[in-house]
């Protein structure tokens, strides 16, 4: 298969793609547009809700697997685009629009990959994956999907990382904390303050370092961002509650975090949102992360949430693109940076003994 023949039909599924909007949990219509292409070069594509697969010819129970996985959706369109985000915008080597850097830039590039891979036999089995419901980390996208694909050794993550790997990944939990007090009439020396209370718990947990730091990712980092009290002037407020934003590390699981937190502020109530999200990452040695490194790639440690979080085996992140382009206005992609993604993913994983 010629290499710049299947580069030209990435950078056209490209275009299709931006040109449907696929915000988060409304990916049907590029999901379709995605399956159509996967179907139009030859594929054997399986879908559940908004996620496609394929699975390369000749699986093999007895090789170990490798997934390649990048997402479909977007997030809403920010506020500032001086072009059309729903209409992919060429301007020099630059194309602008919606999903152009985070992600379609990786879908297509792992794709490309894949049906290049997919030609000759590897010393493992290899699944495409494009799934959906990432930027809001829902329930309807790859958690969905892992149960019925075979059990996978490692993953290759398409996110905007400059395609420089990022072999560890910050996890997320979000906390609900509430302080109790005693209520009483303000003008007389009665009850127990639930905001001086609380101010006490957001200054420990606002210097609050836990005794394991992670070698990538440094310390757990936790941070206020809401807090809610009082319903009248005279009032003694009873009752302060807050949200805590926590990203986690992979010095300890959330589990293991939520507890130190805990334990730190005995007297706030802390009820997370959802302990699934962990931090993840991928042990510097394994043989894609020399791969990479053999490249001239240097290993970093990212501080943004993906699909990782939800990988119960190793994974590595990496793909064309800025993170900073992310989720801002006038997104863009270089096609040059496409064209690296393509070279650099078939260089890695060609011929790669796990």
Not at 274 to 287: A, K, Q
Request: hydrophobic content about 40%; overall charge negative.
């Amino acid at each position: 298969m010629d290499i710049d023949e299947i580069y030209y039909d990435a950078v056209d599924l490209l275009r299709e793609m931006v040109a449907v909007p696929s915000l988060s949990r409304q990916e049907a219509g590029v999901a379709d547009v995605v399956e159509r292409a996967m179907r139009r070069f030859g594929l054997d594509v399986k879908r559940h809700g908004c996620n496609l697969w394929s699975i390369a010819p000749g699986f093999d129970p007895q090789k170990p697997t490798v997934l390649l996985n990048a997402h479909i959706d977007t997030v809403r369109v920010a506020d500032g685009w001086q072009h059309q985000p729903f209409s992919p915008t060429m301007e020099g080597d630059r194309m602008y629009g919606l999903g152009t850097n985070d992600d379609g830039a990786s879908v297509v590039s792992l794709l490309t990959a894949f049906r290049q891979l997919s030609e000759r036999e590897q010393p493992y089995n290899l699944i495409f994956l494009a799934s959906a419901e990432e930027e809001v980390s829902g329930k309807g996208g790859i958690e969905s999907v892992l149960p019925m694909l075979p059990a996978i050794s490692v993953a290759l993550v398409g996110e905007p990382t400059g395609m420089q790997p990022a072999v560890a990944e910050k996890g997320l939990m979000v906390l609900d904390g509430v302080v109790r007090g005693v209520a009483g009439h303000a003008a007389r020396n009665e009850g127990v303050n639930a905001i001086y209370k609380a101010v006490e718990v957001i200054d420990t947990l606002r210097t609050l370092r836990l005794p394991k730091e992670s070698a990538m990712l440094g310390p757990v980092k936790i941070t206020v961002t809401k807090i809610e009290a009082g319903h009248q002037h005279n009032v003694i407020p009873d009752l302060c509650t807050m949200l805590v934003d926590v990203r986690t590390t992979d010095a300890y699981t959330n589990v293991q975090t939520l507890e130190l937190i805990r334990q730190a502020v005995p007297q706030c109530e802390l009820t997370p949102h959802s302990t699934r999200l962990n931090p993840s990452g991928i042990d510097t040695g394994h043989p894609l992360v020399q791969r990479a490194v053999m490249l001239g790639k240097e290993p970093f440690g990212s501080p943004t949430l993906s699909d990782q979080a939800l990988m119960p085996f190793p994974s590595l992140k990496m793909g064309p693109g800025d993170s900073a382009r992310s989720h801002t206005a006038d997104e863009y992609i270089e096609l040059a940076e496409i064209r690296e993604a393509i070279d650099t993913y078939i260089i890695m994983l060609d011929g790669l003994t796990l």
